[in-house]
């Protein structure tokens, strides 16, 4: 079986899904289908990483774990899949998105051994 295609491979126009079938019963029903919703858009990869996201209830620290990434980079795993739904990630306790650059850097420096625990908890602080 092949996944969902959510674009033309010719022109990269939208795909409308036609047709559906029942390989149990053989009936096969026509008309215009939603093409997935929101997750028709994914990729397999985005699919695995929102599936692997539900597991850990939303949990980076434990997705750190089961992946082997770094936090800033499931965090732009996120938002790519975020995109790709049709949605603008954002912040909704109003944080200028350059705080979560801030946030970000320190939490990359961190992982790369830049910063010690105690200067990251102290600059994320002084961020607010």
């Known amino acids: 079986m ?27 029903i026509e008309g215009r289908f939603d093409g997935g919703g929101a997750f028709g858009g994914l990729t397999a990869e985005q699919l695995a990483f929102v599936a692997t996201f539900v597991r850990c209830e939303g949990k980076f620290t434990r997705m750190q774990r089961e992946l082997d990434l770094s936090y800033p980079t499931l965090r732009t795993r996120l938002h790519a899949c975020i ?36 200067q990251a908890i102290d600059a994320l602080e002084k961020d607010g």
């Open 83 to 118: 995109r790709a739904m049709g949605f603008e990630p954002g912040d909704e306790s109003g944080a200028a998105p350059e705080a979560d650059d801030r946030r970000a850097k320190v939490l990359a420096d961190l992982d790369a051994g830049i910063l010690t625990v105690a």
């Open 2 to 28: 092949y996944p969902h295609v959510p674009s033309c491979p010719a022109c990269r126009g939208p795909l409308v899904t036609t047709r559906l079938w029942c390989p149990d019963c053989d009936i096969t």
